[in-house]
């Protein structure tokens, strides 16, 4: 009957709730201390992911922006460790060829690749900064115009 209301009133059955979509393939692991990554290459990595490691526990305590949250999780689940698995993954028999190709070597190519990334989440880093600076300029705005006079701390 109720099928029939609906054909009348040109209405359809209701939807099935889309399906949730599947969940992304685990991101690539690998080992910071892989002796096959050069030494120099290896130690930015590590200091990469101890930076994104603190930023992201700070931005848990505060209004950091979810898709910068997004970001970080991706630079550390997904780009971090295929730049390293892609560079390990190259024969070091056939790493010569890339400078044949670019005039770069391939840990040249790798280390300047890092070096972006360290960039960005240094920028990151203070825009997140910036936002808390930014909150408590406010806040002492706020108690100065509610309370008296409070020196302005940032001019």
Same mark, same amino acid.
């Given at each position: 009957m109720?099928?029939?209301?609906r054909?009348?009133l040109?209405?359809?059955?209701e939807a099935?709730p889309?399906a949730?979509p599947?969940?992304?393939p685990?991101?690539?692991?690998?080992d910071?201390?892989d002796?096959?990554?050069?030494e120099?290459?290896?130690q930015?990595?590590k200091?990469?992911a101890?930076?994104i490691?603190r930023l992201?526990?700070?931005a848990?305590?505060s209004?950091?922006d979810?898709?910068?949250?997004g970001?970080?999780?991706?630079? &550390?689940? /997904?780009?971090?460790p +295929?730049?390293? %698995? $892609?560079?390990?993954? !190259?024969p070091? #028999?056939h &790493?010569? /060829?890339?400078?044949k +190709?670019t005039? %770069? $070597?391939?840990?040249? !190519?790798?280390? #300047?690749a890092?070096?972006?990334?360290?960039?960005?989440?240094?920028?990151?880093?203070r825009?997140l900064?910036?936002s808390e600076?930014d909150?408590?300029?406010?806040?002492?705005?706020?108690v100065s115009?509610?309370y008296?006079?409070?020196e302005d701390?940032?001019?």
């Open positions: 109720i099928d029939w209301f054909k009348f040109g209405s359809s059955p099935a889309p949730t599947p969940a992304p685990p991101a690539p692991r690998v910071f201390d002796q096959r990554l050069p120099k290459a290896r930015e990595a200091s990469i101890d930076m490691s992201m526990a700070q848990d305590q209004a950091f979810r898709i910068v949250l970001e970080l999780v991706q630079l &550390r689940d /997904e780009h971090l +295929k730049l390293l %698995r $892609s560079y390990i993954d !190259v070091a #028999e &790493r010569k /060829e890339i400078f +190709k005039g %770069r $070597s391939a840990s040249f !190519v790798l280390e #300047e890092l070096g972006k990334m360290r960039a960005r989440v240094e920028a990151m880093s825009d900064a910036q600076l909150a408590f300029a406010n806040n002492a705005d706020f115009r509610r008296g006079k409070v701390p940032f001019g």
